[in-house]
């Protein structure tokens, strides 16, 4: 999709398809035109005005409305969205009401569409967070899974262009980069879902590290080297090799550059867990759900999301990106309850329960990622089944020594609608992974279970500024919706966003 600023009148524009804001009218209970919407009916002669006396329509926020027009001077149609209550039209009221449009436009034929929800009062609105909520929820609305479906036409679309009327000249630079910030965020985040969704025999460590390649393919600032088993080896992962051993799949240690910044610039370093299916290993998990487990990489696909976005919006940041990918699955080679392993940094490992292996892959991943002298380091994991139970699915738990990065990441994920929550790091859990046969066991019991694996990861970052977030709730959704967030790419690409300035 393209996106086109612009502040012409409502009235000036041309499109095959103008989407225009109704709110609800507390007191008629009828649907009631927005700012934009009223001039527009002033072409109309009062048509849209009667329409809505006759009580079809609802100004509930996202509820849409198509209305073909016989005049000429006007487009074919119109799209009235339900935006709510007038008063409390927020960013987060914008976002639902763009995504219920594009998803009813994409049912018509319109090519050129004509945006005019943002000219309506948005509490707290810039320009700038404006047009790129707008685009980020038009991308996420435009992404549908097809790739293992025999016929495709529910990707396909007629939509080609998105013109985003803005009220204020003055603001048309910001909102221009807000569009198109937007774009690439919501692009991260569809190729994070697309990664997500892939099942597990299509989304092996090696199609992860052939997409990687072909993402540096064509950028001159970003490179992509792949550790293979035997590189791995050498540097001692033992960890991260333990649990490979039981899959017939090679592991992948996928790590991108991307170089915006200057030389000296300490890098930010992401790292994301790449397990492309966890069956649990010899601790075998219970078969009913066990299919989602194909979401075990959406650590690692957040990475990939978000180091494109880096790109696209050609941040001045030097970023490296660091996915450790394998599968877990029980076989005659496989870890064994008892096994004892030792990390790259000679840290020895009991596994008391094989299905706790993301931990065994990212602490070789993040004992890695030293050799890099990071500013921050950040890791995301679908780590711990006991997050889902703390936080559900709204907050993406995070976890750190340090308070002053827990406050960064909670910010950028309250400003780019993908929120995180902390839960404490303290040292008294660590006690709870004392084991007799080697310097940590790789379990802690069932209290505070995405606690004591974070405490676990700890000990391969000491010295760094590093958090853990724990999206074990947040990467994807059951049911009818069934599919993966792209999250928490939001989060990381405002977290970056914050850092520029
Ligand atoms: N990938 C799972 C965590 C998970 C489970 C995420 C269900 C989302 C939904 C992870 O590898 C795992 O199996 N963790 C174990 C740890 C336990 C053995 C300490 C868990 O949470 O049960
Ligand atoms: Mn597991
Ligand atoms: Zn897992």
Redo the contacts with the bound molecule.
Sequence with gaps: MQYKISTKKITDTDSDCTILAVFNDAESGLAMAGKAASAFDKELGGQLEELLIQGDYTGKLGDTHLVPVFTDSAPQRLLLVGCGDKKSFTEAGLRTATEAAVKALKKTTSVEVVNSLTLETIKGGKAYNIARAVSETTEAALYHYVSTLSKKSAAETSLEQMTILIANAKSALEAKKGAKHGEAIGGGVNLSRELGNLPGNYCTPTFLEETAKKMAKDHAKLSVKVLQEKDMEKLGMGALLSVSKGSREPAKMIIFTYSGGNKSQKPHVLVGKG?TF?A?GI?I?PSAKMD??K??MCGGASVFGTIQAAVEMNLKLNIIGIVPASE?LPDGAANKPGDVVTNMEGITIEIL?T????RLILCDALSYAKRFEPETILDMA???????VALGAHHSAVLSKDDSLIKEIMKAGETAHDKAWPLPLTPEYHSQLSTNFADVAN??GRAA?TI??ASFLSMFTEGMRWAHLDI??SAWKEGAAKGSTGRPVPLLCQYLLNLKK
Excluded: F
Aim: proline letters at 0%.
């Design positions: 397990l966890d649990g601790s998990k989602e487990m979401y075990d877990n329960n299905d706790a292996e993301g679908t780590l711990t089944g006991a997050c889902v379990v802690g279970g004591t694996a074990a709730g």
